[in-house]
C-alpha cells in the first residue's frame, strides 16, 4: 500500500512536468486575402483563425471559419459566401502538415520555418509546402506567413468587379500569436494521427 501511495504522488509531481516539456502550442491570429484589386474591393479580413502546433514533433493543424472573413463591401461579402465560397457546404478552410526545416534564430529571435501539408479550401485539398517566420518573445511565438492561392486550384471561380477587375490568384497572410497550451485528449490524437507520404 505504501508502495502504491508512492507511486501516485511520483506521478502526480512528474505529470505537470511531462506537460511542460510537451512544446503544444495554440493561438488565435489574422488572417486577411486579397487580390489587388482597386479600392480593395476583393480583400477579406478574418480575426478568426485558430492554430495547433507541436514545436517539438513540428505537427500542425490551422483552420478559420469562411463566414468570418469581412469585407469592405456587404455585397462582395455576400456573393463571396454565397457565389465564390458557397460557406453554408464548405464551412472553413484548413492547413494540416508538418513543419520540416527550421532556420538558424537570428539576433532578434527569428528564425525561417518551412511548413509542407493539405491545404484544403473549398473542399478541394491540396499539397503545399509553405515558408513562414516564427520569433520567440519569452515563452510565446508570434508566427508570420504570406502565401499565393490559385483559385482554380481549389474549384472556385473567379471573382469579377463591374469595372472589368478579375483575379485568378489570392494572396493571403496569417499572423498569430502563439502560448504555450494544454490540448483537449481530442486534439492530441487528432495530431498524432497524422502522416504524409
Request: glycine residues 8%; contains cysteine; aromatic residues 8%.
Amino acid at each position: 500500500m505504501k508502495k502504491l501511495l508512492l507511486i501516485v504522488c511520483s506521478l502526480y509531481w512528474l505529470l505537470p512536468q511531462a506537460q511542460a516539456q510537451t512544446g503544444s502550442y495554440k493561438g488565435i491570429g489574422t488572417i486577411v486575402f486579397e487580390a489587388g484589386a482597386p479600392l480593395s474591393l476583393i480583400k477579406g479580413t478574418s480575426e478568426s483563425a485558430n492554430g495547433l502546433i507541436d514545436l517539438e514533433t513540428g505537427k500542425f493543424r490551422f483552420d478559420v471559419p469562411i463566414t468570418s472573413f469581412q469585407f469592405l463591401n456587404s455585397l462582395m461579402q455576400e456573393r463571396f459566401n454565397d457565389k465564390y465560397m458557397q460557406s453554408s457546404r464548405f464551412q472553413k478552410a484548413t492547413f494540416v502538415g508538418k513543419i520540416t526545416e527550421k532556420g538558424p534564430a537570428s539576433a532578434k529571435g527569428e528564425a525561417k520555418v518551412t511548413a509542407a501539408g493539405i491545404l484544403t479550401i473549398h473542399g478541394v485539398s491540396k499539397k503545399r509546402t509553405i515558408t513562414g517566420t516564427i520569433v520567440q518573445k519569452g515563452n510565446t511565438w508570434q508566427l508570420m506567413t504570406d502565401f499565393p492561392v490559385k483559385l482554380a486550384d481549389h474549384h472556385i471561380q473567379a471573382p469579377r468587379l463591374s469595372s472589368g477587375y478579375g483575379a485568378s490568384t489570392m494572396n493571403v497572410s496569417l499572423k498569430m500569436p502563439l502560448t504555450p497550451t494544454e490540448p483537449e485528449p481530442q486534439q492530441i490524437v487528432a495530431i498524432k494521427k497524422l502522416s504524409f507520404k
